[in-house]
């Protein structure tokens, strides 16, 4: 029986809450100088793309709804399988100022 795509949804939102969390009293300097602290929001970042990457293969109808899933999909591939490369200004930038959209936008789609 497959997966309820909403399910992936689910997936998604603990993972934007943590990191919600993680990104609590701290800013830049502080999360470049915290290795933990780096590979967790980089965990949650990687688990809120893969839920979302099989979402979008599930429902096309309710991925469409998710704003900006193709870049939140790529993005969680550079973390991946860029390691070496991952930019800490870049992941800390989307964690401060486009974490909060996405959170909200997953409780919204779950709620409908």
């Known amino acids: 029986m497959p997966r309820d795509a909403r399910a992936y949804l689910w997936d998604a939102l603990p993972a934007a809450e943590l990191l919600r969390e993680f ?3 701290e800013d830049l300097a502080s999360y470049r100088a915290n ?5 967790a929001v980089e965990r949650q970042f990687e688990i809120i793309g893969e839920a979302l990457n099989q979402l979008s293969k599930t429902d096309g109808t309710l ?3 998710v704003p900006d899933l193709g870049r939140i999909v790529a993005f969680r ?4 399988h860029g390691y070496a490369t ?18 909200d936008g997953l409780r919204r789609l779950l709620e409908t």
């Open 23 to 25: 990104g609590k009293g």
């Open 35 to 39: 290795a933990m602290l780096r590979s």
């Open 63 to 65: 991925a469409a709804q």
């Open 77 to 80: 591939n550079i973390l991946i």
């Open 86 to 103: 991952v930019d800490d200004a870049l992941v800390w930038q989307v964690l401060a100022d486009r974490l909060p959209g996405l959170a």
